[in-house]
């Protein structure tokens, strides 16, 4: 079993459960299959399972390390963004609704995606490696977004909670009686979400 399936938090772990996306976060494992950091690369991206045929094995040497989530929710709270090879439609749309949704930074419509993708990497992890969190209103959030309650990964959607698992949710929650919350997803992705870029979710 390899650690290459990532939480919300943007951890890696082990677990035989599947993902319903690859990511890649450039080389970050030996020629045994472990893995040496969280990433080599500010381009964090998700990109498809199957691309024109293409076969990989996984981990393999001097290979970019195949990582896996359980649906683009979880992608995107990690810190992911779409690939412009494999999903150049949704990459497209990721970086049109990022930029109507974060005009803070008046950023032009053909702006490289590697400032955009410098805005993100501060955004999903500190200094010291850790997953950077920050507080917003429960009211505001749009679906898609992961909060932390209890120490543990959230998913809001449709007025409702549900926990996360690498297995899937569980069964769906009220939302918490509390104005703020602690917010996992990061902020310009929350707020692209708000603009109208919408996150598959794995609900069953």
Known sequence: MLQNRVTPYGQLIKTPARGAWMGNRGIIHDEDQHILGSFKLKAWLTCLLEFRGRRRTVMAPRRYTELFFYDEATAYAAGHRPCFECRRADFNKFKSFWLKGNTEYAFADDVSIQQIDAVLHKERIDKNGSKVKYEDRLA?????????????????????????????????????????????????????????????????
């Not at 992961?146 to 949710?169: A, C, H, M, R, T």
């Not at 990061?186 to 598959?200: C, D, M, Y």
């Open 140 to 204: 505001t959030l749009p679906d898609g977004t992961f909060i932390e309650l209890n120490d543990k990964p959230y998913l809001l959607y449709s007025g409702s909670v549900f926990q996360w698992s690498p297995f899937g949710y569980a069964e769906r929650e009220g939302l918490p009686d509390t104005k703020m919350v602690t917010v996992l997803t990061p902020k310009s992705i929350v707020n692209a979400f708000r603009a109208g870029l919408t996150p598959q979710i794995e609900l069953i």
